[in-house]
């Protein structure tokens, strides 16, 4: 079983329409949790860290089930920059070293 | 914030030949750093961990005479990819850490032909 595992879409969504993402993590040591974002052919950008109690950052909302195992990203009102690949990430037992899923594929339409 | 660049962005070679990476931090210390690669339309795959002035941790799998890694100061970190082959062409991209967080370089494409 892959330490991390989302859905790889894609999700062809229309502007301002919301969107949901999820993720299992298989390592229930694990403890610091991270959607990243990344474009084609670049590297990948930090969207937000997820807390235990849920945290937002404007349009996005993550939230943490640790009995589960499971992280969600909730992004609302889509824009069409938000058209992205978005990984969910979760560290590993070194220390600052990650453990990425392949990423959910995002297409926000006109 | 933090900036870790990573050179070169993209690079074509033939097959055999040596690939060096560099992954330099620019404002900061970094006391670690990881190595990862990401071969399309897979995760990004951490390769190995180097802590400055020791030698790498390498994972599973990874070939640490084939992928050399060097973190002879703070700063700076190289990989190396040694008689490099068709199948090593991918997404190959470093972050660094101070301690607190770690910050992504901006990746090479390597293309061996």
């Known amino acids: 079983r892959k330490e991390v595992e989302q859905d790889p879409g894609p999700f062809n969504v229309p502007e301002g329409a919301t969107v949901a993402f999820n993720c299992t993590y298989s390592?229930?040591?694990?403890?610091?949790f991270f959607w990243y974002r990344q474009d084609c052919r670049k590297e990948p950008k930090l969207l937000m860290s997820?807390?235990?109690s849920g945290n937002e950052d404007g349009r996005f909302t993550a939230q943490l089930n640790r009995a589960s195992q499971y992280i969600s990203l909730l992004i609302r009102d889509s824009k069409l920059s938000d058209s992205a690949t978005y990984l969910c990430?979760?560290?590993?037992?070194?220390?600052?070293?990650?453990?990425f899923g392949k990423g959910t594929s995002l297409l926000v339409t006109p | 914030g933090a900036v870790v660049s990573q050179h070169p962005s993209w690079v074509i070679c033939k097959s055999g030949t040596s690939v060096k990476i560099e992954c330099r931090s620019l404002?900061?210390?970094?006391?670690?750093m990881f190595w990862y690669r990401q071969f399309p339309k897979q995760s990004l795959m951490l390769m190995a961990t180097?802590?400055?002035?020791?030698?790498?941790?390498?994972e599973q799998g990874v070939e640490k005479d084939k992928f050399l890694i060097n973190h002879a100061s703070l700063t700076l970190s190289t990989l190396t990819v040694t008689s490099a082959h068709p199948e090593d062409s991918s997404f190959y991209i470093c972050?660094?850490?101070?301690?607190?967080?770690?910050?992504f370089g901006q990746g090479t494409r390597l293309t061996v032909v």
């Open positions: 997820v807390y235990s």
């Open positions: 404002d900061f210390q970094a006391t670690t």
């Open positions: 180097s802590n400055e002035g020791s030698k790498a941790t390498y």
């Open positions: 390592n229930s040591a694990s403890q610091s």
């Open positions: 972050s660094a850490s101070g301690g607190q967080d770690a910050f």
């Open positions: 990430v979760v560290n590993s037992n070194s220390g600052y070293a990650l453990n």
